[in-house]
Structures are given as C-alpha cells and as structure tokens.
DNA sequence: ACCTTTTCCCACTTTTACCCACCATACTAG
DNA sequence: CTAGTATGGTGGGTAAAAGTGGGAAAAGGT
C-alpha cells in the first residue's frame, strides 16, 4: 500500500502535528504488532521539505546509502544531508509527533502545513512555499516543449 | 542499530559536553554490562569535524588501520593523524564528556555544536562550521549534473 | 607546594511526554 | 429530522526527563 493525496494540518505552539488518520494507518499497518509505529523524518536535498518513512521503509534507504564509497565526496555529502537528518520519531497516544526544531526550520514551517501523499513516503511542506513551488511547477509543465522523451510516452 | 540525526548541543565553560540521550543510549548498548559506555573521539581528516566512535567499532578500525602497508607515505600519514588523535573518553555519571582541548581547537568548536548521526559514529561539528558546510552542500546537491552515476540510481 | 585540570555533586532551566478537555464534523439510531 | 455518539483534529496543563551551569573537592603535573 502507498501512501496517496494531500492533506494540510496545523502545527500546535509545542510544534507537533497530528498524522492524518488515511496517513497513519498505512504507518501502523508497517509497524510491528503491539509497537508504535515508528518512521523516521529527514530532509530532501533539493527541495525545502521534509521527507516522512515508515521505519521499515528508511531502513532500506539508510543501507543503500551506508553502502556507498565513503571515499567519494558526492556520497559524503549525501550522507551527511539524510543520515545526518533522519530522526526517529514515534507516535504518541493521540497519534501526533513532534518535529524537531532543526527540521522544522530547514522546512521553514511555522504551523499551517501541507502532507502529500508520495508512495513510500510522504512529504511535509510549509504552506506557503508549497503552494508557490506548486505554481512553478503547473508553469513548467505546460512548456510541453521541455518535456524529456520519456514522459511523452506516458499514458495518463 | 545506528546512529543517525542530528542534534545541538552546547559545550561550557569547561569544554563539557551533554551526550543526548537518543545517542547515549546507543553507546550504552555497545557496552559491556556494568561498565561506563567508553568511547573513542579522533579528527576527520578530510573536514574540520570530530568522529566518535564506540571503543568496539574504533578497535575495529584501528585494526584495519594498522593493517595498511606501513612503508606507504599515504597510510603512514592517515594512521599519525587518525591513531594520533584517537582519545579514549568516558561518559561521566551524568551523561557528559569532555573534550580535550586540542580536537576541540581543530574543529574551532567553543559554545554551540553539531552532532550528526553517521552510522556507525558521530560527526561533531562547530555549529557555524557546520551551517556554511551544509550550504555548499545542497548547493552541489541541487546541480545534479554532477552527481555521479550511482547517485542517480538512488530512489528516495 | 602550587597551579591547573578533571571529576563529582547539586541546582536551575528548558524541553518532552503524558494526560485530559474541547470543538467540529459525520454518522447512527430513535 | 434531530438528538446522541463516535471520531478526528486542536489546544493546553503538568510532571518527568534532558540539558545546562557552576562550586568545590580530588587528581595530576611542574
């Protein structure tokens, strides 16, 4: 199961957030029976979010990445930016979780904030920069022209 | 189970510093059984941070460190700097270490620093050395004509 | 013997975890 | 149709934990 959609949600003063219940079930459906789902939260390198795995998922990820020559400066400093940012987070009773201070600023969130939905993750946007990155891409997009070949063949 | 994300910290007036919980715990589970967790803080040669180590995954790597071929000027020089500056260091009754005051000069740390989880170790970082660092990193990042191939094979 | 550095201990502040309460919406049953 | 009842999202109080700072004893070097 993937996750799917949007969804905005607010940050409280304390910075938490509350899963969305269609996000937090597919959490809970990966996580071990009678444990709290786990998942871990880091940054995207290109883009001001945050990125959001179930644990299961990340843990994949963080051993491709341990993988990588650790003589070749482009995988140092990858591994730098995601396992120096991915931070385990579980989810409380109530089934919110608590950004840390460091991502949340990288993200630039204060409290309106939107999830969406991205296969096995989800990505954290703050509002106002989603929404102006969202503009950027519907302009891209209609510039056919610039579209690689491989999207062309594409059937929606 | 690793080390990963990052967390501030300040350092007093005696150059002491907090382990937080999230890693203490880690060197804890590395250590024997009613032992203090020990563990072993060296320089990375390649930036100005520092690496700590749990003592067992450092016996490791002084091993395989000693293991190079001495008559070659490269290995000699990795084992001065790394082995040289290889302290071993105690977590104290309330969590803290203090760091000798030569590796705190070669990572020019004096208050606020970085720690960032990096798999088997941690990376300790001046904060202000650290933000500047993480600048050019995304910078590099975002011009992904340069990555390499390998890099590109990665999905996130 | 003196000065410096380190260790141990205690006190304070900030952050986090846990709990409960409230409101809006949607759904159920009379 | 409406009252009652779940459920999801939000806000906030409080106690425990984590992090911070500093005094004073102990250790170590000169």
Redesign the pocket.
């Known amino acids: 199961m993937m996750f799917r959609g949007a ?1 905005t ?2 940050l ?4 938490r957030m ?4 269609r996000f ?1 079930d597919l959490f809970i459906e990966k996580a071990p029976i009678d444990a709290n789902p786990q998942l871990v939260i880091t940054i995207d390198t290109e883009e001001s979010c945050l990125l959001i795995y179930p644990l299961v998922e990340w843990n994949i990820i963080q051993q491709k990445l341990e993988q990588l020559p650790s003589f070749n400066p482009a995988a140092r400093r990858i591994q730098r930016l995601l396992i120096g940012h991915a931070t385990d987070i579980e989810l ?5 979780i ?1 950004l ?2 460091v991502l949340r600023e990288y993200a630039q969130v204060d409290k309106k904030v939107i999830l969406l939905g991205q296969g096995k993750k989800i990505e954290l946007w703050s509002e106002s920069l989603w929404s102006a990155r969202r503009e950027t891409y519907l302009q891209a997009n209609s510039n056919t022209e610039e579209l690689p070949e491989l999207l062309h063949q594409l059937s929606l």
Do not use: F
């Open positions: 969804a949600v607010n409280d003063a304390k910075g509350a899963m969305p219940v937090r409380d009773a109530s089934g919110r608590l840390p201070a």
